[in-house]
């Protein structure tokens, strides 16, 4: 009999799927509604309500008036205001006090101002990635004009007391920014009561479209705009308005009241996952912090000695989607910033997993979750794939009469890590490299950071190949382990006028 794979997405926290409301009001402007709402005629005017309906549906789900809404095309845009924002600081204060476990769409606008002579004091926090009032006062000096304070830890789901932090920024004279991209849909957000001056916001973590978010500025609080051009947004965002999304958004908005009431349940889900993978596997440590202290679905497991990208590839076969607590877009296997920030060892941050479960998530689903972590960690699938660490590469194995190799790129186009002579190139999404392949043959998959290369692997395993082995690490641990090796197999490979090449 057809059976039908099972998929189970455990990775809201890098996206939601579009909810049924949000593609219906999309569709409903994309079929019917063409027109710039800058214009002044009919359907111009109809476009401009729109925006002007969105805006309100925004700023009603966090109890805000409409005037400090301003869209964007996303987090990250309403996040580079910092940058835009930060010299308004009162009495010209160019201190920042700031979360280190930030989103790179903080950090980088951040690093940003350090490089035009900004002060950044990083704070501490604890083992869970918590925050409070102490450890501002412990850090705090007169110089400091901003606090940039997420609401919500997008990797360890850890949840922040925004509304006494606020007080206490704004007893010492200073405004606070959050980043509320995490926290929105998941705990109760009434701005008016947190107290926040700036806060950022995206459609595509709240089952919206990507692509459009907000920047909501308090009444009174300093602003200049980010983005110039047009007089969009009342002056203080240029560009024009993208309805479609826009509609999306503020359908996302108004169902944020039914998001709240599925998290009790989502949060006791979350909990026996924890209690039963505690049960069978008792080596796991957890970097959520325990009970309400979390967002209702995100849990941050470190599994000691394992690798994290070879099993999000095993995942990945087994139909789950989840995240590495690792960056892997530089192709550099850097372990994640919010992790060592936590005090985890980079050893321990590449054997940590983030698992996000949706609203919807069900007891059939965690079961199959449950399930396979069980045959992932307690059984001997594993032993599948060959991995190589970067120090178990050698000349025979590489020059080995049939050995195919194949360097896999995240993208096509990027520019990353030189691939091993010989290898054949292509891009994650590409199928056509393997057709050709036989299954029997050695192959040995390798890719920039150690990311790519296992995901590919278990895919290629499910499609009958054998012999397969990944080079942990990637090509960058490689070149920073072995430079020597690199060099004399390039050399060697030159000599033998690429002998292997398939
Ligand atoms: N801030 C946080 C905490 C996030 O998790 C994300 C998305 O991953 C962003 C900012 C960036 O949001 P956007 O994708 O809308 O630019």
Known sequence: MFRLRKKVNCDHNATTPVSRSVRKAMLKILTSFQANPSTPYRDGRLAAQLVEGARQDLAAALNVGPDTIIFTSGATEANNHLRSIAPLMPSGRRSIIYNPMEHPAVLEPLRLLAEDSYKLIAAEPDRYGRIGVADLKRQWSDEIGLAVLMGANN???????????????????????????????????DLTDLGVDYASFSAHKIYGPKGVGALYVKTGAPFAPFMVGGGQENGRRAGTESLHNLAGLAAAARDIP???????????????????????????????????????????????????????????????SAAAGSACRTGENDPSHALTAIGLSPEAARSTLRLSFGHDFSPRELAYVLKIFKIIL????????????????TEDFLFQKDLTVIHIKRFPRFQGQKPLPGSRVTALADSSAWEELKPAGPLLLTCDAGYDAPIMAWRLRRRGFKNLSVLAFGLWGLKMTRPDFLARIEALSREEGNEHEP
């Open 378 to 393: 307690l059984g001997d699938e594993h032993k599948r794939i060959t991995v190589l660490k970067p120090g178990d590469l």
């Open 258 to 320: 039914v998001l709240l009431g599925k998290t009790s349940g989502l949060r006791q889900l979350k909990e026996t996952f924890i209690e039963k993978i505690s049960e069978f596997y008792p080596r796991v440590s957890f970097n959520t912090p325990p009970g309400s202290g979390s967002q209702p679905g995100t849990v941050s497991l470190t599994l000691p000695g394992l690798d994290n990208a070879f099993l999000l590839g095993q995942l990945d076969f087994h139909g789950i």
């Open 155 to 189: 990797e360890t789901g850890t949840l922040y007391d925004l509304k006494a932090m606020a007080e206490f920024v704004h007893l010492n004279g200073a405004f606070l920014f959050s980043d509320l991209v995490q926290a929105l849909g998941k705990t109760p957000l």
